[in-house]
């Protein structure tokens, strides 16, 4: 079978070679299209793959119909929101990611956002510690664990709320389980986002529930920047001059938060998975899925069933 590993942002070499070596040892063909610039080169590429391994790569209609041989896509990390997964289904094509592969990288870079907030940005001005304070957790999956266990090392006091997990999982695990994203938003002196982008959660993040949150309050998103209605948190944020927001994802408004000084503060592109590890294990993990898929029908990881 030929894989084809589509990255216009390359994996690490290391992590290359982790794929090559997985996918021939299974008898697998690994061919690399690296940082390409037009769409008809991933048309091209595409056309006699029997799988595809990306990253953010946009896997849209157009690149389905081109891959007339492919049976599996893999999202080498936990977001999927770059491929038309319903597409996909039609056309019989499996779309699978590798979940909790960059999950510490997201949690740590959490906490990298969060000294730098408390500390007021290394300003040079007092800042806050973040042991005592009260943090909230909104989703409880494999990056939502990394964070609660990593806020425990700085003495903070940890709440989590997630619809689809039950309570008995949340406080098995030491966190304190809200009943609502309301109820996780007034309990808290910070909030950290960890929800996918879907129909019901875009925008959902919006004025009357990040004005929830209590005085000092900091807003954390390393999810998706889907779920932040923007205009309304701009509204709030000019209303309370004690928010802060701390992203990875640059919003649109970007210039607009930008007047927020002092209180708002951006990377220049999504960087939660942006390790070696992290690049590592999720591109091994991609191949090693491909291969059980390939050898034993293994859909385990399938995101459009």
């Known amino acids: 079978m030929k894989i084809l590993v589509a990255t216009e942002k390359p994996f690490a070499a290391v992590a290359v070679e982790g794929i090559k070596k997985e996918a021939q040892a299974a008898g697998h063909e690994v061919v690399l299209l690296e940082k390409y610039t037009e769409k008809q080169q991933l048309l091209d590429a595409v056309a006699d793959a029997d799988a595809m391994i990306v990253r953010s790569d946009k896997v849209t209609p157009e690149v389905l119909d081109a891959g007339k041989n492919l049976k599996i896509v893999v999202r080498a990390g936990a977001g999927y929101d770059s491929i038309d997964t319903a597409y996909a289904k039609e056309k019989g094509v499996v779309v699978e990611n590798t979940p909790g592969q960059n999950s510490n990288a997201v949690a740590e ?8 907030a408390v500390r007021n940005f290394y300003n040079g001005k007092s800042g806050t510690e973040l042991m005592g304070k009260k943090l909230g957790i909104l989703a409880f999956g494999n990056v939502g664990r990394n964070v609660a266990r990593i806020a425990k090392g700085f003495g903070m006091e940890i709440y989590a709320f997630d619809e689809y997990c039950p309570k008995e999982a949340i406080e098995s695990a030491g966190v304190h389980a809200v009943d609502s994203r309301d ?3 007034k309990a808290c002196d910070i909030v950290s986002l960890h929800i996918p982008a879907t129909p019901e959660t875009k925008e959902s993040i919006n004025y009357s529930v990040v004005n929830l949150l209590k005085k000092g309050g900091i807003l954390v998103n390393t999810a998706r920047k889907e779920v932040i209605n923007e205009a309304e948190l701009i509204k709030l944020m000019g209303e309370r001059e004690d928010l802060k927001f701390v992203t990875d994802i640059l919003p649109d408004a970007d210039a607009e938060f930008k007047k927020f000084d002092g ?5 220049p ?4 998975a942006q390790t070696a590890e992290a690049n ?4 091994i993990a991609a191949a090693k899925q491909i291969s059980s898929f390939f050898k034993d029908g293994d859909t385990k990881y399938q995101v459009n069933k």
């Not at 870079?109 to 730098?116: A, D, E, P, R």
């Not at 592109?269 to 939660?272: A, D, L």
């Not at 590592?280 to 591109?283: F, L, R, T």
Request: charged share 15%; no cysteine; aromatic share 20%.
């Open 109 to 116: 870079l959490v906490f990298g956002l969060l000294v730098y």
């Open 183 to 185: 109820d996780l938003f």
């Open 263 to 267: 209180r708002y503060f951006s990377t």
């Open 269 to 272: 592109k999504k960087m939660g």
């Open 280 to 283: 590592i294990n999720a591109g």
